[in-house]
Every structure is written in structure tokens, then in C-alpha cells.
T-cell receptor, first 114, second 113 residues
Framework: ETGVTQSPTHLIKTRGQQVTLRCSSQ?????VSWYQQALGQGPQFIFQ???????GRGNFPPRFSGLQFPNYSSELNVNALELDDSALYLC?????????????FGEGSRLTVL | GNSVTQMEGPVTLSEEAFLTINCTYT??????LFWYVQYPGEGLQLLLK?????DKGSNKGFEATYRKETTSFHLEKGSVQVSDSAVYFC????????????FGGGTRVLVKP
């Protein structure tokens, strides 16, 4: 069983640039969630995708957007990067979107904005 | 809104010591409660969960009991090992939010031989 994989693992951008992060969900999982984890803090929910549609969003501005593909993989796009966007971005997959709380996380993509 | 507060670390222990990590929450309705663990170099993984009041979640020697009256979900282990060194996160999800988890800030635990 293949786990959740994310790419790239590390990247550096400058303010104002755009970034795309990618996630392959665990085999058999149809729901993908994205979280932002600032250094020394807990993860914060960005949004969730189910059947290629956004299905729940946290308190993040519209410049954070996403996609889910028919194979359930997903992308997180962030436009007009700001210094505060520097964080570890975590992707998590699950079977369905109901309240089980059992998410399977990838190791994350660490974004540094200079 | 929902929130989770857990004790700040780092917590440094010797092997075979007793571990407690406090977690309290604020939520509307009847949330489910979780402990996730992040071992060095690995992704977050679910350690245990409890879905209703008085439920006890347990796994790998860790236990936590859902206490509605004190809005708490403290994590305990009777005898820690060096391999338990990790960052522990308390989290909740409510019935209206699908799989959205609200996490605490994390507690780093270091177990020394």
C-alpha cells in the first residue's frame, strides 16, 4: 500500500511569486486535505477536496487554491507569496469526508519565502 | 470557534518514566478527539482517538480518556521508551466539519536512556 507522497520536499521562493505543491493520496483514498504548519505550531486546516470539488475551507485567503484530479491526487497553489507563507505544507488523505478524523499525512513540503 | 490547548514542551524524561501531556479543548457540540504523533523525519500519524464522552482511546501503551465535564483529553503512558521521542498533537473534529481537524500547538517529548 503506497502512502501519501508530496513534492517537492523543500523549495525557496521570493515574495510575490507563485508556488504549486503536489500530493498523491494513499491508495483507495478519495479525499485530500491540506494543512499549513508554521514552525513550532500545530497544523492549520486550509481546505479539503472530495470528488474533485472543494469541500470545506479554513481561514485562508483566496490566493490559496487547490485542485483534485480524477486519480484523487491534488495540488495546492499559492499566489502572491508573502513572508508569512513560509511553513511546512501537509497533505492528508482519507476515505470519504465524514467525521472519522483518521487522516494519513505525507511528510510535507517545506516552503521558504524570502 | 473550536480550539485546542496543550501543554508546551519540551518535556524531557528518562526511560521508564511516566508521561502525561495535558490537552483541553473548546468546541461546539460533541467533537471527536485525537492524538497524533510526529516522529523525527516522518509524517503525522494517528496515535489514538475517542469519539464520545468517557471513551478511552489506547494504542502502543498510550491512553487518553474523553472527559466532557472538564473538556480534556490528557495523554498518558506508564513507562516511556527512547523510541517515544516525538512531537505529540492533540486535535479535535466536530460533526459539521467533515475531516477538518483543529490541532493544538504540539508538545515535544524527549526520552533519554
Amino acid at each position: 500500500e503506497t502512502g501519501v507522497t508530496q513534492s517537492p520536499t523543500h523549495l525557496i521562493k521570493t515574495r510575490g511569486q507563485q508556488v504549486t505543491l503536489r500530493c498523491s493520496s494513499q491508495s483507495g483514498h478519495n479525499t485530500v486535505s491540506w494543512y499549513q504548519q508554521a514552525l513550532g505550531q500545530g497544523p492549520q486546516f486550509i481546505f479539503q477536496y472530495y470528488r474533485e470539488e472543494e469541500n470545506g475551507r479554513g481561514n485562508f485567503p483566496p490566493r490559496f487554491s487547490g485542485l483534485q484530479f480524477p486519480n484523487y491526487s491534488s495540488e495546492l497553489n499559492v499566489n502572491a507569496l508573502e513572508l508569512d507563507d513560509s511553513a511546512l505544507y501537509l497533505c492528508a488523505s482519507s476515505k470519504g469526508y465524514t467525521n472519522t478524523g483518521e487522516l494519513f499525512f505525507g511528510e510535507g513540503s517545506r516552503l521558504t519565502v524570502l | 470557534g473550536n480550539s485546542v490547548t496543550q501543554m508546551e514542551g519540551p518535556v524531557t524524561l528518562s526511560e521508564e518514566a511516566f508521561l502525561t501531556i495535558n490537552c483541553t479543548y473548546t468546541a461546539t457540540g460533541y467533537p471527536s478527539l485525537f492524538w497524533y504523533v510526529q516522529y523525527p523525519g516522518e509524517g503525522l500519524q494517528l496515535l489514538l482517538k475517542a469519539t464520545k464522552a468517557d471513551d478511552k482511546g489506547s494504542n502502543k501503551g498510550f491512553e487518553a480518556t474523553y472527559r466532557k465535564e472538564t473538556t480534556s483529553f490528557h495523554l498518558e503512558k506508564g513507562s516511556v521508551q527512547v523510541s517515544d521521542s516525538a512531537v505529540y498533537f492533540c486535535a479535535l473534529s466536530d460533526q459539521t466539519a467533515g475531516n477538518k481537524l483543529t490541532f493544538g500547538g504540539g508538545t515535544r517529548v524527549l526520552v533519554k536512556p
